[in-house]
């Protein structure tokens, strides 16, 4: 166990440090969270992040970077309670599908997201919501076997810490009620799952103030950033 102050690095809306912050609040760890304008990076930052990526975790004057290593870190200097499953395969598997959200389901519903919020997204709307649909799909049939109501069953882990910033924003963007978005729902027990994040303690506190409304405004300068590019 580590005993040096806690800083987590990122800019507001990050997805990836709301699930290091998620993490966090489960332990009760005292910590701090510092953004930064990614626009304009700081150069101690850049010195801290060989990827310029957030978020980063300062455990005193050392850096750790990567949601994912950040959390699987955590888990072992603090490990009551544990959020890995104990058992060798049992624990692949979770660090598999954590994988899973960050290569399709964050990069699908990012795709998606945008396209919803682009006028006349035409082909490029339908590819994404497609992509989406399927990596549901996908996840309804491992939760599923869970039994619920979270990822692998009874206990909250660090896959359901890696999942829950996407169901936030996708059910701000299924909030817009544009047509196509409304994907949770044709996925039972996904939408169970996500509904049990959603009520989760940590989840709820990791929260960025005035979330949806801020959401929603960055969606409408992406999107209209991509309009001006093309």
């Known amino acids: 166990m580590v005993s040096e102050a806690l800083k987590l690095v990122s800019f507001e809306l990050c997805p990836y440090v ?22 304009n990076k700081p150069d101690w930052f850049l010195r801290v992040s060989p990827m310029g990526r957030v978020p980063v975790l300062l455990i005193g004057d050392r850096p750790v970077f990567e949601s994912m290593i950040i959390n699987e870190l955590l888990d072992e200097l603090h490990p009551d309670p544990p959020l890995m499953p104990g058992e060798p395969i049992a624990r692949a598997e979770a660090r598999g599908w954590i994988v899973y959200a960050n290569e399709v389901v964050m990069p699908a ?13 035409g082909s490029a709307l339908e590819e994404s919501l497609t992509a989406l649909k399927e990596a549901l799909a996908k996840l309804e049939a491992q939760v599923s076997r869970g039994g619920g109501p979270f990822f692998s069953g009874g206990r909250f882990s660090l896959a359901d810490a890696a999942y829950a910033p996407f169901f936030r924003r996708w059910r701000v963007v299924e909030s817009l009620g544009r047509p196509g978005s409304k994907l949770l729902a044709r996925q039972p027990g996904v939408a169970a799952w996500a509904e049990a994040l959603a ?7 990791a929260e960025p103030a005035a979330f949806a409304e ?9 999107a209209a950033r991509a309009r001006a590019q093309a």
């Open 214 to 222: 801020r959401y929603r405004g960055l969606l409408e300068q992406r």
């Open 109 to 121: 519903s990012h795709s998606a997201a945008l396209a919803l919020s682009t006028p006349d997204a």
């Open 199 to 205: 009520a989760r303690p940590s989840v709820r506190a």
């Open 18 to 39: 709301e699930r290091s912050r998620i993490v966090l609040l489960e332990k009760g760890l005292p910590h701090r969270v510092e953004f930064i304008d990614l626009a």
